[in-house]
């Protein structure tokens, strides 16, 4: 297998696009990519996304990129894995030139959700839970959700005050991104005072519904340099899944399929929780991040909270996570989300972090959480 | 790049399946491939599926066929590419073993349509056409087709009763195959006086929606008879896109997506269209079977439908197409169609093909088309 890099990178700003088209978002970040990578083609395009047929009544919408993107013809093909489509398409984008299949491909990640009603994304979403055994007894996936946080809860004696610092943390860290959705840093007592949603998860636990489209170019890193100065190698990318079903799992809050893709994507760079430097979470809900940093290692159980609460989780802290907004802050265009976390810790290795840059970065980890942990993608990226 | 095979075979009956979920219809053909190939576990599942989110309210199925099947934790991927989803899958398999990512690994096609209405499928399918510039204008994939064959008719001086012989053939394969949905021969007199669904598509025109799943194992060349006594070996597998919304293409009756695709797999395998001993087309329409044949090389422009006239398409014709009933008769469910298309040319490379066996059918090739042309995969498969 070769040796896999990150030579470009693109990224729309995350918000409501109501006048661009999805094929257009999805073009934005991929001409940005191909820029920022000085190529003019790539040999493949790879499309992660979960929402497109339901929401705009487009599947098929990978060859559709394709030849808006002026790239008629290429070899072009969508990946889905609820929240997770955006990593599992980096995943495949990864093994078709890890295998050596291709050379120059894209992996763009792309969702338009604004367009709809609140009801209509919060159905939407719930494709992602089991439709038999969870949608269909009214459960949504922020339902979902919120059953695993009271949980938690209930099991490590926390109260919903507990996880304000996972929220004020994105919001902080939003600020520094000019592509984030809500550049506004949050107090304590605004986090304390937000409304339930689905209690005791409130508009402040809870991710933004978004637009958006977020683009890497992928190359071997023998060449890597002749497209980019500042190349990223992956150094693991693994796909773990569980029961899509949360109550079918032998502990609801030990995500299993985050462990296990965590473990591969060690195994595979000969790494530990120890060696890195920043953690993208996939916050969609607070209680995730906390489950994330449990499953990988990162703090023990129901110790998650408590390493949001001792400040640790901040650019300067131990582990720092979501360090651009996360998807709380700069947004959640769920198919999108992955690759939106691919190229912000792309850009913490290359350096161009702007002021949300974590001090010497050389290992970056994202993972991204499909459903409520029915998939999970592990990536693993370092500074060259 | 490792040498790749099929070692394991499995596929539902193509039908009605109103009392099986669509969960439940994918772990039956993984099962029965499994069984095929002797072998409890994989190390990877691809699944295939175009429609799952809109007709059965749930995303995220490869997580879930994964679970399902006992295969909880494993790496677990959707791919999509409209009507081409299954073949698509095919080639992310394809590629993960061939590029030394896994070793063994299952692709699972599976659609369950029959529980909803026809309007609402008429409509599904339609996500695989333009949304923006075909859909919205109330042009149906039934419709974009119907334009085809039209133009085609005019284009070549055919008649609509020219193309009967693609349905004929289709049905009588189907016969011989028990998996497929309509076991029924059909007459010239039949297929002339069917009512036009979308003039001049008729009811024998066009292949009928339907549930189903198909499933092949994929491992290595060199340890393939491990598993199973007579492997089939993955020549090439080639994936080319066009524009999506047929009136954007350079010349509507010429699908560059399949030219393109056949001429890479034929690049690959070193090959060309004389060493091909069978070709399933993607006969969701008559009009794809003859512009596949032409757009592949095994007919002049205009030609293929005098190939069907000829009765060169019959399983002892120049070049059997649709051999196990196509999607015409052994029926549709769209993003397990491309699966199916692979289970049954390796059927035929195996010898197991019955009452259908190519004689000496040594390389065989199937083309799935995803929408009207926009994406296109090319399988070349070869007995060992």
Redesign the interface.
């Known amino acids: 297998?070769r040796d896999v890099s990150i030579v470009g990178l693109g990224q729309t700003p995350v918000g409501e696009h109501w006048d661009t088209?999805l094929?257009e978002l999805g073009f934005r970040a991929l001409e940005a990519a191909l820029k920022d990578a000085r190529a003019e083609r790539v040999e493949?395009l790879y499309v992660g996304n979960?929402?497109s047929?339901?929401l705009?009544?487009?599947?098929?919408i990978?060859?559709?990129i394709?030849?808006f993107a002026g790239l008629?013809?290429?070899?072009?093909?969508?990946?889905?894995?609820?929240c997770a489509s955006g990593a599992?398409a980096l995943?495949?984008g990864y093994?078709?030139v890890?295998?050596?299949?291709a050379d120059i491909v894209a992996v763009v990640g792309v969702e338009k959700m604004t367009d709809q009603s609140p009801e209509t994304v919060t159905a939407a979403l719930?494709?992602?839970?089991?439709?038999?055994y969870e949608?269909m007894q009214g459960l949504t996936h922020m339902g979902v959700g919120a059953m695993l946080m009271r949980r938690y809860m209930h099991e490590h004696g926390f109260k919903r005050e507990d996880f304000a610092n996972f929220a004020i943390n994105a919001h902080a860290n939003a600020v520094g991104n000019p592509n984030a959705m809500y550049r506004s840093p949050i107090s304590v007592r605004l986090f304390n005072e937000a409304k339930p949603i689905a209690d005791p998860i409130s508009m402040f636990d809870s991710a933004p519904a978004a637009d958006g489209a977020a683009c890497v170019i992928l190359a071997p890193t023998e060449i890597a340099r002749e497209f980019n100065d500042k190349p990223v190698r992956i150094r693991a990318s693994?796909?773990?899944?569980?029961?899509?079903a949360a109550h079918?799992r032998r502990d609801p809050l030990y995500l299993?399929?985050a462990a296990?893709s965590a473990q591969k994507a060690f195994a595979t760079a000969g790494l530990g929780p120890d060696d890195i430097d920043l953690l993208e979470t996939h916050d969609a809900f607070t209680i995730l991040s906390a489950l994330s940093l449990e499953a990988c290692g990162f703090a023990a159980r129901g110790g998650g909270v408590r390493l949001a609460q001792n400040g640790e989780i901040g650019l300067r802290g131990r582990i720092p996570i979501t360090t651009m907004g996360g998807l709380k802050a700069r947004g959640n265009p769920v198919g999108a989300a992955g690759l939106y976390q691919i190229v912000e810790v792309a850009q913490q290795m290359r350096g161009d972090a702007g002021v949300n840059q974590v001090v010497n970065a050389r290992l970056g980890m994202a993972q991204n959480i499909?459903?409520t942990g029915?998939?999970v993608v592990t990536t693993i990226l370092e500074r060259l």
């Open positions: 297998m088209s094929r493949a979960m929402l047929g339901h705009t009544g487009q599947e098929h990978a060859a559709l394709a030849d008629r013809g290429i070899e072009a093909i969508k990946i889905e894995a609820a599992a995943r495949v093994a078709m890890a295998g050596g299949l719930s494709m992602g839970v089991d439709a038999d949608a693994a796909v773990a899944t569980d029961t899509v079918d299993e399929a296990i499909g459903g029915g998939t």
